[in-house]
């Protein structure tokens, strides 16, 4: 099970509470924890990441065991306390503008 | 018995106002979407409980929602717009081509016929087109076919924003694009040609024979009279008789050439709405004085609408889509500020009364007359 904390606005559109379980056995990346999100919540597609390039959207960012992981790569690995399931990962609405 | 229902589109999300027949008192709903803005909401022609809304954040991008119960229940639909086929390209500031990127929906239209078919106008500039009620989109890319690749975006963006359809042809629609110009289809969106004869522009396009690159801001039609056509124009107001073939300049006393939203009244079809607006930067109106214009002779001859509305220090701006009427005997006619002021008439424009005076900025708006 990962666990995902979702900004106001994407709780809001799927229905969920602060922080979403994922089912999510094998996931292992940032990219396959996207997929397994979307999976479960279709309705968040193409709002944490582009629909066409499947990157991640600009004023959005990835933060777990007191690191930013938005930069890192969609294949690299998750923090092992994020696939354990001790630890959540979350997706933030970064400040934007003054 | 009678009811009027106002969608109201904002920076800041949706509103529905709601009022009986005599459209004295005004129910204003708590936010809808709230923080998300609303480009446009409209309901269905086909089914006045079928709404559709454009919510669109920087964040977190474009989502459609969709209620099949007059608004008071929605939920997400599809979100996929995918430019059908290469890509391409259209042109750029600098005069290179640049790809087309999609950005927001500004416009989402339903099918007169059919609740489940509804036409989205995004930016960059494109027509979509979903028949399972918002679920899926494919686009008509026929449009951008119609000389593309030398549409230019404006300062406002590269948008599709008004979508209108023939209701005496089924096959026939009008799309207008911001600084790209009007078009038409005759064959239900396959295929599509400019439909700018008689538009001018005489500092931006010298060619007075360009068929695109004309900034369009807004068309109107009376569905009992679909080949006569109203545009407001970055400059001027125009008209034609003939389905676009040919246009003619009707601004006569007008105090602006410039302005964005136009409306023709439920119930006289040569009678025209205007809200002139000072160019280009400023944005907004003429001398301090919010105005609607109205013309009974289907142009030329305009008179100023004051009744009601601020007439000293007003500098807010009505948006293309924020200009709309009612269908009751005694039409009604509405529109919203960027000042977060909806007003309207339940006189055909005599008088004006606000029914909200403190909403984020108003994006758009539309009036559905229920039954």
């Known amino acids: 099970?990962?666990?995902?904390?979702?900004?106001?606005?994407?709780?809001?559109?799927?229905?969920?509470?602060?922080?979403?379980?994922?089912?999510?056995?094998?996931?292992?990346?940032?990219?396959?924890?996207?997929?397994?999100?979307?999976?479960?919540?279709?309705?968040?597609?193409?709002?944490?990441?582009?629909?066409?390039?499947?990157?991640?959207?600009?004023?959005?960012?990835?933060?777990?065991?007191?690191?930013?992981?938005?930069?890192?790569?969609l294949e690299d690995p998750l923090p092992e306390e994020v696939v354990a399931g001790t630890e959540p990962l979350r997706v933030v609405g970064a400040m934007a503008g003054g | 018995m009678t009811k009027v229902r106002v969608l109201v589109g904002t920076h800041k999300g949706a509103f529905i106002l709601n009022s009986d027949a005599k459209r004295e008192k005004w129910d204003v709903s708590e936010p809808l979407f709230a923080g998300h803005e609303i480009y446009h909401i409209n309901g269905s022609p086909a089914d006045p409980n079928r709404l559709y809304a454009g919510q669109h954040t920087g964040w977190f991008g474009q989502v459609i929602q969709r209620s099949n119960d007059g608004g008071q229940t929605w939920e997400p639909v599809g979100n996929k717009f995918t430019y059908e086929g290469e890509v391409g390209t259209h042109q750029w500031y600098d005069g290179t081509q640049h790809p087309w990127e999609f950005k927001r929906v500004w416009q989402l239209t339903g099918s007169l016929t059919d609740p489940d078919t509804v036409y989205a106008g995004v930016e960059d500039a494109a027509l979509f087109r979903s028949t399972d009620g918002g679920l899926?989109?494919?686009?008509?890319?026929?449009?951008?076919?119609?000389?593309?690749?030398?549409?230019?975006?404006?300062?406002g963006g590269m948008c599709l924003h008004t979508i209108i359809f023939d209701p005496s042809n089924d096959k026939r629609i009008f799309v207008a694009i911001s600084s790209?110009?009007?078009?038409?289809?005759d064959d239900t969106g396959e295929t599509w040609r400019p439909v700018t004869h008689g538009l001018k522009a005489n500092f931006e396009l010298p060619d007075p024979t360009a068929e695109v690159g004309h900034c369009v801001h807004n068309i109107a039609m009376h569905p009992s009279r679909p080949n006569v056509l109203f545009m407001q124009k970055h400059w001027d107001v125009l008209r034609t008789d003939d389905a676009g073939e040919n246009w003619h300049e009707i601004s006569g006393n007008l105090p602006s050439d410039f302005g964005f939203p136009i409306a023709v009244h439920a119930h006289e079809p040569n009678t025209v709405y205007v809200i002139p607006i000072k160019s280009d930067s400023e944005h907004f109106p003429p001398e301090g004085k919010l105005r609607v214009y109205r013309s009974r002779a289907g142009g030329d001859e305009w008179e100023a609408l004051t009744k009601g509305l601020p007439q000293e220090d007003c500098f807010v701006n009505v948006l293309r889509s924020a200009l709309a009427t009612d269908t009751l005997d005694e039409c009604g006619i509405y529109f919203g500020t960027t000042g977060g002021q909806v007003y309207h008439s339940s006189d055909a424009g005599d008088t004006w009364a606000p029914i909200a005076s403190n909403l984020p900025a108003v994006f758009s708006v539309e009036v559905q007359t229920l039954p």
């Open chain 2, 180 to 185: 790209a110009g009007a078009f038409r289809s």
């Open chain 1, 1 to 73: 099970m990962i666990r995902v904390m979702l900004p106001q606005h994407l709780r809001t559109l799927a229905r969920v509470d602060k922080e979403v379980a994922l089912q999510a056995d094998g996931v292992t990346t940032l990219g396959l924890m996207l997929d397994a999100l979307e999976a479960q919540y279709p309705m968040l597609r193409g709002t944490i990441r582009d629909y066409h390039t499947q990157q991640r959207r600009q004023f959005i960012r990835f933060f777990a065991c007191g690191q930013d992981l938005s930069h890192q790569a």
């Open chain 2, 136 to 155: 899926n989109w494919k686009e008509l890319p026929g449009l951008r076919a119609a000389k593309g690749n030398l549409w230019q975006p404006g300062a």
